[in-house]
């Protein structure tokens, strides 16, 4: 699996971070994409999907703050976070949507995003 996500880091409260996920060209290139975040001892739960015509959703604790948008020329998916509260901190992935599965082979690196003052 070629999915690499980066643009995580130390963020206050309010602030905005935006993830970037590169993802090789047979997983993108057909696919809805999706962001998804895991905090320890917890499932891995999904933040938002897009797919490939741009028409994206969110789940409810992303609606109005996050926004998901995708660059299929770069086969790179985005994902612009603000009002950024500290339960967003969590490592965040991405995948396709829905994804293959849940086991460790099928994800690429997350990355950590930490909301903290």
């Known amino acids: 699996v070629q999915l690499q996500a980066s643009g995580g880091g130390l963020v206050q409260p309010g602030g905005s971070l935006r993830l970037s996920c590169a993802a090789s060209e047979n997983i993108f290139s057909i696919n809805t994409m999706g962001w998804f975040r895991q905090t320890p001892g917890n499932q891995r739960e999904l933040v938002a999907h897009i797919n490939r015509g741009g028409y994206s959703d969110y789940v409810d604790f992303a609606k109005g703050r996050f926004t998901i948008s995708r660059d299929n020329a770069k086969n790179t998916v985005y994902l612009q976070m603000n009002s950024l509260k500290p339960e967003d901190t969590a490592v965040y992935y991405c995948?396709?949507?829905?994804?293959?599965?849940?086991?460790?082979?099928?994800w690429g690196q997350g990355t950590q995003v930490t909301v903290s003052s």
């Open positions: 995948n396709m949507f829905p994804p293959p599965s849940y086991e460790a082979n099928y």
